[in-house]
């Protein structure tokens, strides 16, 4: 059995099967549900230990008025749809048409290496279960929470796997408490805030000082929403992918989908258009590897900081100045670029200024013309910032497989309450696994590597995209590891880039250091649940 099917009573399956498209299986879509309850469901789905029908269950569904649609049929007129579709699509070529129709999919009990498999699409959006605030202590159909992947179970290696996983969870699940325990003396109460408040902080940090220890096959849920056009590329992708996990998955998805948006996926697995494009990008990634290896595969890695900023334009800043007033003149973009340069330090500044403006918040971006200049990073982190780092799409970002080679850091909180030997314990047997593995089992091998452990990643983004992503990984409620790579790269692209005038307008860049992360954010929300309703 690969995956634990949920249980419902008969009056609980009377109550989900109008708005799931199965009531067992991993992969699910929602139906019949008004686009705000969706996304509500979603949203809570990231911050909640449980699968999202028994979400819906428990505290959705005694606040909605859902009688009236109950009478909704999601195939009325699915026929003449489709035939549409079939006509516009196939016989035009219209791709635009397939961006038109979207669907919510839940995709349950998915490794933490699959997750970065669905969310590596642009045009999609994700919300992933999170190892910050939910504790991982708990089973499953009586087992600890991770992959057990069939040809990995057949294989002479198969018992040792399932040991030595059991073991990295019973050590999570016996440092977690003790985490807590530490923390609350580290972290007394202030008067100021309430036992919700600061339950949810102390456990956060709890679970942010031993989320390394769990490996890369811990099991996580994923929320998903994207047009037919976005779910077609991620099945052609998944297809292709050498992960048995990934394809197999793919075939779930593709069953679902079919489900809601059946035209939408009609090229998937036909032989000459999707089979083709598949076997297409199987073959060019296999093709590459093998060169690649023949190039670079004796060559040992060179030290490097945690993150180096690879390129970047020395001209950048004005290249911006000159994008900003583009559209406010009738020049020719190099006559405006040409006016820049000569321009005066205090003109240049005085351009900045207005096209920054009066920032009172994160939120406030500057417009298209940062997006003129670009930086790319080399970045080594551990796997648990790079599952954070990741989900920002928009700019480019490829990294290379997850192995113990680059090593780890012992997270100073846990080294601060005396339990360094029993991460260090669960490192070695990590590695040890991988180690075991990677001979038989090369593309299976990442399951076995904890979080702790760092992976290397490039990340390309124009200065647009870095006032997001930087402005928000370094807020107080983010998790250190991925704050350090965040402010680091700020100060790269002031120093290093010598784009004083970009860094200087990220004003909301925080270089602080916090202990308790979570602290101001929870405080934060509470005065919103407790605030008067107009």
């Known amino acids: 059995m690969l995956y634990v099917d949920e249980e419902f009573t008969e009056e609980e399956a009377a109550v989900l099967r109008p708005y799931f498209s199965n009531l067992r299986g991993p992969v699910f879509a929602l139906v019949n549900l008004p686009e705000v309850v969706k996304g509500a469901l979603f949203a809570r789905y990231s911050r909640s230990a449980k699968s999202l029908r028994r979400l819906f269950l428990d505290e959705f569904v005694g606040n909605l008025d859902l009688a009236g649609d109950l009478t909704n049929d999601a195939t009325i007129g699915l026929r003449r749809a489709e035939e549409l579709y079939e006509r516009v699509f196939l016989e035009y070529g219209d791709d635009s048409v397939a961006q038109l129709g979207g669907v919510h999919l839940a995709c349950e009990q998915a490794s933490n290496l699959l997750t970065k498999v669905l969310e590596w699409g642009r045009l999609m959006s994700y919300l992933e279960q999170s190892t910050r605030y939910i504790p991982y202590d708990a089973r499953l159909g009586g087992r600890y929470r991770y992959w057990r992947d069939p040809g990995i179970m057949a294989s002479t290696v198969g018992a040792r796997y399932v040991a030595d996983m059991d073991a990295l969870f019973d050590t999570y699940r016996k440092m977690l408490p003790a985490m807590m325990d530490w923390a609350r003396e580290r972290y007394p109460k202030e008067p100021a805030d309430s036992d919700f408040v600061y339950k949810q902080t102390i456990k956060a940090k709890a679970c942010d000082a031993v989320r390394g220890i769990l490996p890369a096959a811990t099991l996580s849920n994923v929320g998903i929403y994207g047009s037919g056009q976005g779910f077609e590329a991620l099945l052609l992708r998944m297809r292709a992918h050498p992960l048995p996990e990934a394809r197999q998955y793919a075939d779930l998805m593709l069953h679902e989908l079919r489900k809601v948006i059946p035209s939408f996926l009609s090229r998937v697995d036909r032989p000459e258009r999707g089979v083709a494009w598949s076997r297409y990008q199987e073959d060019i990634r296999s093709d590459v590897a093998d060169v690649a290896y023949r190039m670079f595969g004796a060559e040992p890695p060179e030290p490097r900081p945690a993150v180096t900023l690879t390129d970047f334009d020395p001209d950048g800043e004005d290249k911006v100045l000159a994008a900003i007033c583009y559209s406010s003149t009738n ?164 120093d290093e880039a010598g784009h004083h005038a970009i860094a200087e307008a990220m004003t909301f860049v925080d270089h602080r250091t916090y202990d308790l992360e979570r602290l101001h954010s929870e405080r934060a929300a509470e005065q919103r649940r407790t605030a008067p309703r107009i």
């Open 331 to 494: 020049l020719p973009e190099d006559q405006v670029l040409a006016r820049v340069r000569k321009l005066s330090p205090e003109e240049k500044i005085a351009i900045m200024r207005a096209a920054v403006g009066e920032r009172t918040n994160r939120r406030h971006k500057p417009g298209r013309g940062f997006e003129r200049t670009a930086y790319r990073f080399d970045v080594l982190a551990d796997y648990g910032a790079f599952r954070d780092l990741q989900r920002h799409r928009l700019l480019t970002i490829d990294w290379q497989p997850l192995t113990p080679q680059h090593g780890y850091e012992v997270p100073e909180a846990v080294a601060e309450a005396g339990l360094a030997s029993h991460f260090e314990d669960a490192m070695a047997r990590s590695a040890e696994l991988y180690d075991a593995l990677a001979p038989h089992f090369p593309e299976h091998a990442p399951y076995a590597v904890s979080l702790a452990y760092r992976v290397r990643f490039v990340m390309q983004m124009n200065a647009r995209e870095a006032f997001h992503l930087l402005e928000l990984r370094t807020s107080p409620q983010g998790h250190p590891a991925y704050r350090r790579v965040a402010q680091e790269m700020h100060r790269l692209i002031a």
